[in-house]
């Protein structure tokens, strides 16, 4: 089963409103990503957010990180309709050696930004 | 090349017919990874390589898929007879080699596998 699982599972929003995903998880991870994934394209790495940070910032986007509850959420501020896309949330286990990399996925959020 | 290249980007076989997806990953990464998405949504992990070397394989259905990264050559996955639960959008990414603590991959577009 993926180790991580999304809520909501789809999104739809005006333009300028904001975005709220989370994701929540199983298992001690080292770190959790976010990545977008725009239709019938690959993923495209957002922002990483190790497991002793609680929240990070890049542009419009804000993640926090919350360990206790193996949960976290992605915020996209004042969206536009060029964020329309599935967003991923993907953790790296506290697995040792082999865990970098393998990136465990969750089911996504699909997102849409109606101009 | 600044970007990982997978080939073909569509890939039509009958059931039991072979695929072979290949795939280049940035120059200087030293880890490929093999992810397939069924559907639209789920990422299964199916193996990565550190150079040539085989790092995890413990997503691979052992009898039917095969995987190489040999050096001077893009690296391949192979699917023997395949089957209609084969289709799936087949996904490469690469990552520099360096702390497990950024982890960042970098994905191609996908190949996508139709079984008929």
Not at chain 1, 52 to 75: A, F, P, Y
Not at chain 2, 16 to 39: D, E, M, N, R, T
Request: proline share 4%; glycine share 8%; net charge neutral.
């Amino acid at each position: 089963s993926q180790q991580g699982e999304e809520d909501p599972q789809a999104l739809s929003i005006q333009e300028g409103e904001n975005a709220t995903m989370n994701c929540s998880y199983k298992t001690s991870i080292n770190n959790l990503q976010w990545y977008r994934q725009n239709s019938g394209r690959g993923l495209v790495h957002l922002i990483l957010i190790r497991s002793n940070e609680r929240e990070k910032h890049s542009g419009r986007l804000r993640v926090t990180l919350d360990t206790s509850k193996k949960s976290s959420s992605l915020l996209i501020t004042a969206s536009r309709a060029a964020d329309t896309a599935s967003y991923f949330c993907a953790t790296v286990p506290n697995a040792g050696g082999t865990s970098y990399g393998k990136l465990t996925f969750g089911q996504g959020t699909i997102l849409t930004v109606h101009p | 090349g600044e970007e990982v290249a997978q080939t073909p980007k569509h890939l039509v076989r009958g059931e039991g017919q072979k695929a072979k997806l290949y795939c280049a990953p940035i120059k200087g990464h030293s880890y490929v990874f093999w992810y397939q998405q069924v559907l639209k949504n789920e990422f299964k992990f199916l193996i990565s390589f550190q150079n040539e070397n085989v790092f995890d394989e413990t997503g691979m259905p052992k009898e039917r898929f095969s995987a190489k990264c040999l050096p001077n050559s893009p690296c391949s996955l192979e699917i023997q007879a395949t089957k209609l639960e084969d289709s799936a959008v087949y996904f490469c990414a690469s990552s520099q080699q360096g702390s497990p603590l950024t982890g960042e991959l970098f994905f191609g577009e996908g190949s996508r596998l139709t079984v008929l």
